[in-house]
């Protein structure tokens, strides 16, 4: 029987997605860069993929990948990359000014409360994560929430899920699920702790090798049915 659950957050609770679009069109304009065209963004969101790859195998340090992402990619659009640091500083603000719920997120998880133990799990940097997470309310709803900025480690390290198990007093790994939009850190971060796991994948991607998903969903409701199973 299911009776915590770890919610990730961009794009599983809140749509990050449209969110960093916004962000990074304001701030080209705020830095009088000109327009950027959304084959600018599908670059940058190749590039930036690539870093929080890179992160979660802890093969660069987080603070110096978020900088690095946008110097690679000025380079390739004939930016001078020495703004890298101040733009993403802007970026980053601005993260906060668009909130926008995925699917019946934030009733879904209202609807939740008192039944299971829920929090927040999020490798996204502790400014925005908190900022978003007042804005949209979710802080007053799930019993605690877990950033890798203050825990001291990313998703899908054993070190962070260790550092939630230690926290919310876990004692029977049975009981406790991860519902997530990405594999690298969501699933994968499931299997190495020994939980359960759920990939929220509405785009119904094929399932690749490597991964044990337990459950395989294309809209958050469908939680509903697992857990009453």
Same mark, same amino acid.
């Given at each position: 029987?299911? !009776? ?57 340090? !987080? ?62 940097? !502790? ?60 699933? !994968? ?41």
């Amino acid at each position: 029987m299911i !009776k915590t659950i770890l919610w990730d957050f961009d794009n599983t609770l809140l749509n990050f997605d449209v969110a960093e679009k916004a962000a990074i069109v304001s701030t080209f304009e705020k830095f009088n860069l000109g327009t950027c065209t959304n084959q600018m963004l599908r670059r940058y969101e190749k590039i930036n993929k690539e870093y929080w790859h890179m992160i979660e195998d802890k093969k660069i340090n !987080k603070q110096t990948a978020l900088v690095k992402r946008y110097e690679d990619f000025f380079i390739e659009y004939g930016i001078d990359k020495k703004i890298a640091k101040d733009f993403n500083d802007e970026y980053t603000k601005a993260l906060g000014n668009t909130i926008e719920y995925v699917e019946n997120s934030f009733e879904l998880v209202s609807s939740l409360k008192g039944k299971y133990k829920q929090y927040i799990v999020s490798n996204g940097a !502790k400014n925005v994560q908190t900022v978003r997470m007042k804005k949209s309310n979710f802080d007053k709803i799930v019993d605690g929430t877990f950033i890798s900025d203050i825990v001291g480690a990313e998703k899908p390290s054993i070190e962070f899920f260790n550092h939630v198990f230690e926290k919310i007093k876990a004692t029977d790994k049975s009981e406790i699920i991860i519902i997530g939009d990405s594999l690298s850190s969501d699933i !994968k971060g499931g299997n190495n702790a020994g939980i359960k796991t759920c990939w929220y994948n509405p785009k119904k991607k094929g399932i690749p090798s490597g991964y044990l998903i337990d459950y395989n969903i294309q809209s958050l409701n469908e939680i509903l049915s697992i857990l009453n199973s």
